[in-house]
C-alpha cells in the first residue's frame, strides 16, 4: 500500500466529512485506502461499506496543561479558538506511527473540497518532504506572516521561541494545513510525540495546532514544499481557499481543491 487519504472529524463535523469522501470518490476517482479518524464516536457501519472507509480511533490528547498555560481569558483579540476549539488539536494524530504503513498520506479537512481528480495530487513530488499551500498564495499579503499566528502577550514562550529559532521566523511566510501530503519517512524527524510536547511548551498559537505544525515542519525542520499554484498536468488552480482570493472571475470548475467554495454547494 502505497498511498492513504486521511481525514478526522467529530460528530458535530461529520456530516462536512462524508462530503468530502464522496467527493474523493467520485470527483476524486480515488479508489484506494481512505482512513476517517473520529473523536468520541463510532462511525456507522452503512458510512463505513457505503465509501469503504476504514475508521482510526486515538485517545484524546490531553489539553489540560495547555489551557491552564493559556489562562481562562485566552488570547487578546482572538476568536477564543484557543479555548473553544480545542479539538483541533487533534488533528495531530495524523503523524501517529499508524501511517507508517504508508509511503504517502494525504490529509483533507473535514469539508475540503475535491472538485477534480486526485492525480493532480499525486503527481507531486513529496519524496522527504511535507507539501501543503502557502497563506500567502497566490498572492503576497503583507498580513500573512508567521508573527500574526502567536500570541506576543505570553512574553516567556515567546522569547523561548525568538531564543529556539531566531526572530526572522517572525516575518516569515507559513503554510496552511487544510490540505497536506506527507512522506511518512518524515516521522522519524518529526512526529506526533514532539508536536504534543512542543503544544504544552508553546502556549501562544492563535491557530492553534497550525501554529504548532508551522513552528516544528516548517522553521525547525525546514520540511515544508509549497504547493504549486496550478497543476504540473492541466494547468489548472491546484488549490484555493475561495474563489474570492482571485482579483478576476473563477467558479469551482477551475480549480481541483477548495476550502470554502460559495460557487458550488454540498450535495450529500
Known sequence: MDTTFALITDKSYLRRAEQTIKDLRTRGCWTGSIVLATIDFDLSDELKQKYNVTEVTFENIDKNTLVENIGKEGFANSD????????????????????????????????????????????????????????????????????????FGRTEPIEQIKHEFGENIFNSQYFLNCIWIYDTDILNICNKTELIEAMDKYPVCRTNEMTIMNLLLHFKYKLWHEFPIRTISGNKYLFEWNETNHPFPTNW?????MKYPYSIGYDI
Not at 470548475?253 to 481543491?257: F, G, K, L, V
Open 80 to 151: 477564543k479558538r484557543e479555548l473553544f476549539k480545542l479539538n483541533q488539536w487533534e488533528k495531530l494524530h495524523m503523524f501517529d506511527d499508524y501511517f507508517r504503513k504508508w509511503s504517502r498520506v494525504v490529509y483533507l479537512d473535514a469539508g475540503l473540497r475535491v472538485l477534480d481528480t486526485v492525480e493532480y495530487l499525486l503527481e507531486l513530488d513529496y519524496l522527504g518532504k511535507f507539501l501543503a499551500p502557502n497563506d500567502c498564495a497566490p498572492y503576497f499579503h503583507k498580513d500573512k506572516i508567521f508573527r500574526n499566528q502567536m500570541d
Open 253 to 257: 470548475t477551475d480549480y481541483c481543491y
